[in-house]
């Protein structure tokens, strides 16, 4: 996956996706407003063709980059265990 970071400051940040769609951009906008101090997380597709924008800023000097790292170590887990409940399921 490429990202290219556009804006990156201590709370605040602004990330273009390239090639994702929103499928991907949801489950990740989701996980991070489970976070309590992420305050806005968004992400903007202009036009079917461009590149998904996340945006996201944080509180009490939680960093934008730790919260998306979280963000996606608590999705890849969640995919883990859902790989896990299938792979156990007799056939």
């Given at each position: 996956?490429?990202?290219k970071i556009v804006e990156?400051?201590?709370d605040r940040?602004?990330?273009f996706f390239v090639g994702e769609g929103h499928t991907f951009m949801n489950a990740l906008v989701d996980e991070l407003l489970q976070d309590p101090l992420v305050d806005v997380a968004?992400?903007?597709k202009e036009f079917h063709f461009?590149?998904?924008e996340l945006v996201v800023?944080?509180?009490e000097g939680r960093t934008p980059l730790?919260?998306?790292t979280d963000a996606c170590t608590n999705l890849a887990a969640s995919c883990d265990e859902l790989l896990s409940e299938i792979r156990s399921f007799p056939q």
């Open positions: 996956m490429e990202i990156l400051e201590k940040a602004r990330i968004q992400y903007l461009t590149d998904p800023s944080t509180l730790d919260a998306i």
